[in-house]
């Protein structure tokens, strides 16, 4: 099973949700050989619960993931953490929708919940938790406590990082998990369907739960794919973001 384990539905943190968007993602996705991807949207994304609330109405729900014209979307959100940096959290709907409920008192920028209380509390879901983009210069998470960021299940090998700092930062990565005993997994961190097939991640076997996901990865029975186009795939959706952006605000 080819999977994205890092993408977003809406273009940007402000606008709302849009099903026809979220559509053509689908669709990007599908066309680029993904069988599944992971939706981790940033918590404190606009109307976060309506977005999950058109889903629910609209596409089928089996395991932890939406049936979307073939391709499974499983669940999840992009969390940040007081002390800088992003947790990807995977797994049931409605266990996302429990932690989000919990983590609303830490939606502001000057008040979000620390890293050891994010784990603490995802302890008690049977989720996937992935560090993002773990090198990246504005929210890294190099200064964690070690012994905290082993109990993460692994760590994002992250298309905008890879087109920003060059390949080479794949094996920085790598070698930043190898430390803390953890896999390298990838994520296209995908707001726009042109980066999807950026990377990838090519699974053993064909996984209907964020669990089951969870155990291929620590296994290892997968391969972490990079697309040799992945500069103009991540250039071009920046090009075209920045564009619709631009366009909805003269709009």
Do not use: W
């Not at 076997?205 to 997968?222: P, V």
């Not at 795939?233 to 952006?245: G, N, T």
């Amino acid at each position: 099973m080819n999977i994205d384990l890092h993408t977003h539905g809406k273009l940007a943190k402000k606008t709302d949700f849009s099903m026809d968007y979220f559509l053509s993602m689908t669709r990007e996705a599908k066309e680029n050989d993904l069988q599944a991807v992971a939706l981790t949207e940033h918590f404190n994304t606009r109307n976060f619960f309506d977005m999950l609330d058109q889903l629910d109405r609209e596409f089928e729900y089996n395991g932890d993931h939406y049936v979307v014209s073939g391709l499974k979307v499983f669940s999840g959100m992009e969390v940040d953490v007081a002390e800088v940096g992003h947790i990807l959290v995977i797994g049931n709907r409605a266990d996302i929708r429990d932690l989000r409920g919990q983590l609303e008192p830490y939606s502001g920028k000057d008040s979000f919940i620390p890293f050891k209380e994010l784990l603490d509390r995802t302890d008690n879901y049977d989720v996937l938790r992935i560090g993002a983009h773990p090198m990246r210069e504005s929210t890294p998470l190099t200064h964690h406590d070690p012994l905290q960021l082993q109990r993460l299940d692994a760590l994002d090998v992250n298309a905008k990082d890879l087109f920003q700092y060059g390949f080479g930062m794949e094996g920085e990565v790598r070698r930043f998990a190898d430390q803390l005993g953890l896999p390298a997994c990838a994520g296209s961190d995908s707001h726009q369907p042109l980066q999807f097939g950026s990377v990838y991640n090519q699974l053993q076997a064909d996984c209907d739960t964020a669990a089951q996901i969870r155990d291929e990865i620590r296994a290892g029975r997968y391969s972490l794919e990079i697309s040799q186009c992945l500069n103009v795939k991540v250039k071009a959706a920046q090009m075209m973001k920045e564009l619709l952006k631009k366009s909805m605000v003269v709009a």
